[in-house]
């Protein structure tokens, strides 16, 4: 089945170490998608990228890093991770941004928890 | 901007209750809605959506009809079950296909 995969499914870590989350696709969608979900809290877009085109969010914080080396991978990297990025981390991709391309199809998410 | 306000939870319900849950939205433009499901321990799941006034989306025996007049999208099930138990998230889309969320509700029902 076609799917959006996220590994690991769970991360621990410790403060300042770096720390890469992984999410791939079998869509063959053009977009790709990182949400941070904290506890009990709505998921919040941090960016995205259109092929190769990476568009940040205003006020993601400059820690948070992404790389998209071809159209299944998409790499979340956090340079120093805080406590305060103990959060789930959503992949999500659509096939393109407009019309009836534009569904998000969300992978399971990986909780991480910085020590 | 845009925003997204859903009632806050948790809900608790038997088995076979009639659930509702609130969202409204503030938006410029004509945004399209969505509600989306995350069981425990999983990402989210789109359950329906409606892209326009007075379109109904279903799923599962959820439904939900856009309001512009009221700005609202309320979800309705006539009838739980267990299974039915996770949190639920109201959202609207932008141009550039950016989804913003509401709070979420968690709802639980019990046998």
């Known amino acids: 089945d076609a799917m959006v995969i996220q590994n690991p499914r769970y991360q621990v870590t410790q403060f300042g170490k770096p720390v890469t989350l992984s999410c791939s696709q079998t869509?063959?969608?053009?977009?790709m998608y990182w949400y941070q979900q904290k506890s009990s809290q709505a998921p919040k877009l941090l960016f995205h990228?259109?092929?190769?085109?990476?568009?940040n969010e205003a006020d993601t914080p400059d820690n948070f890093q992404s790389r998209r080396p071809n159209t299944s991978f998409c790499f979340l990297d956090i340079r120093s991770p805080g406590l305060g990025d103990t959060a789930m981390y959503l992949c999500a991709t659509s096939r393109g941004t407009g019309g009836v391309y534009n569904e998000q199809f969300f992978g399971p998410g990986t909780r991480l928890t910085v020590l | 901007g845009n925003s997204v306000t859903q009632m806050e939870g948790p809900v608790t319900l038997s088995e076979e209750a009639f659930l509702t849950i609130n969202c409204t939205y503030t938006?410029?433009?004509?945004?399209?809605l969505f509600w989306y499901v995350q069981y425990p321990g999983e990402g989210l799941q789109l359950l329906l959506k409606?892209?326009?006034?007075?379109d109904k989306g279903s799923n599962k025996g959820f439904e939900a009809t856009y309001r512009k007049e009221t700005t609202s999208f309320h979800l309705e099930k006539g009838s739980v079950q267990v299974s039915d138990s996770a949190v639920y998230f109201c959202?609207?889309?932008?141009?550039?296909?950016?989804?913003?969320f509401g709070g979420g509700t968690r709802v639980l029902v019990k046998p």
């Open positions: 990228y259109y092929d190769k085109d990476f568009n």
């Open positions: 409606a892209t326009k006034a007075d």
């Open positions: 869509l063959n969608h053009n977009v």
């Open positions: 959202a609207l889309r932008a141009a550039g296909n950016k989804l913003t």
């Open positions: 938006a410029t433009g004509y945004p399209s």
